[in-house]
Nanobody, 119 residues
Framework: QVQLVESGGGLVESGGSLTLSCAAS????????RAWYRQAPGSQRELVAA???????DYADFVKGRFTISRDYAKTTWSLQMNDLKPEDTAVYFC?????????????WGHGTPVTVSS
């Protein structure tokens, strides 16, 4: 069973920084994509950043220039460095990953880590 566990969330003042981490465990193959999503209260879950196995990245417009997604190639972990945080970044952050098989795809999600940005 594959498990993803997010960590690093917390309370930070506006303009501050946080680094979120995602650790994968269990019997899994190569993730062809890793990502970070977030869900604010009363809102739908939205993509924040994505990182493919080829190393390409994609960011939502509202975090470009402030957030950076990266992975630790020695471990099955990936991170989201968040700088210049704003109150509107307050949300629960999730780190999904997808594993490609010949005829199917498995998608995994963690339980999320909350981030609160005070003004």
């Amino acid at each position: 069973q594959v498990q993803l566990v997010e960590s690093g969330g917390g309370l930070v003042e506006s303009g501050g920084s946080l680094t979120l981490s995602c650790a994968a465990s269990g019997n899994h193959g190569i993730f062809y994509i890793r990502a970070w999503y977030r869900q604010a209260p009363g809102s739908q879950r939205e993509l924040v950043a994505a990182l493919t196995s080829a190393g390409t990245t994609d960011y939502a417009d509202f975090v470009k220039g402030r957030f950076t997604i990266s992975r630790d190639y020695a471990k099955t972990t990936w991170s989201l460095q968040m700088n210049d945080l704003k109150p509107e970044d307050t949300a629960v952050y999730f780190c999904p990953a997808a594993e490609q098989h010949p005829f199917s795809t498995d998608e995994y999600w963690g339980h999320g880590t909350p981030v609160t940005v005070s003004s």
